[in-house]
């Protein structure tokens, strides 16, 4: 069955880097790879969606890149502040197969 | 423009009592998908409706569950009767047309069974 695995249970990044997220997957080829952001007690919010055929999607200060080959996406967040800690979650295609997602902590 | 809304927000009841979660969809969504989060577990996904019909029902842990929607509107997930492993949180999703992807989730409806 489909696996997805998220690198780390929680991260802790210093203020103002770059925090990296990472998703793998198994067994699955996946159309599409989508990334949501969780708080706590609240539901996902949507935040990026990559295509097999991308290779690297931007918004603002977020960057997503998909290696169907590494069966790997990768989460940038830029300029980290203390409101982007949260929960950051992958997802994979159709059902929209969810990971266990990781929390992110930004230190001031 | 109104976001998915699930009602309630927390339910506590008894094993074997029974239980009804709705999820009124954003107005427009086709799509409306039901999850549940185990405590320490991944969001997985239950079933996903297109209009009024069961696309996917695959999730569905066991037939105590029972899902409707009812007119294409507003969905609501039956646990009858309950067990104390059907504890969690039941997320409600929906998304436009045929677009898989971009799902809008509601907050969350939290079911504690005693």
């Known amino acids: 069955s489909q696996k997805i695995e998220q690198n780390s249970e929680a991260l802790n990044i210093q203020e103002g880097k770059t925090a990296t997220l990472t998703c793998n997957y198994t067994n699955y080829s996946p159309a599409y790879l989508q990334w949501y952001r969780q708080d706590p007690g609240r539901g996902p919010v949507f935040l990026l969606l990559i295509r097999e055929n991308e290779k690297e999607k931007r918004k603002e200060r977020l960057k997503v890149t998909f290696d169907t080959t590494l069966k790997q996406s990768l989460f940038h967040i830029t300029a980290s502040q203390p409101a982007d800690s949260a929960t950051y979650l992958c997802?994979?295609?159709?059902?929209?197969?969810f990971g266990k997602g990781t929390r992110l902590h930004i230190l001031p | 423009e109104a976001g998915v809304t699930q009602f309630p927000s927390h339910s506590v009841i008894e094993k074997g009592q029974t239980v009804t979660l709705r999820c009124d969809p954003i107005s427009g969504h086709d799509n409306l998908y039901w999850y549940r989060r185990v405590m320490g577990k991944e969001i997985k996904f239950l079933l996903h409706f297109v209009k009024e019909s069961k696309q996917d029902e695959s999730g569905m842990p066991n037939n105590r569950f029972l899902a409707e929607r009812t007119g294409g509107t507003y969905s609501t997930l039956k646990v009858q009767p309950a067990e104390l492993e059907d504890s969690g949180v039941y997320f409600c999703a929906s998304s436009q047309g045929t677009y898989y992807g971009e799902l809008f989730f509601g907050e969350g409806s939290r079911l504690t069974v005693l």
């Open positions: 997802a994979l295609d159709d059902k929209i197969i």
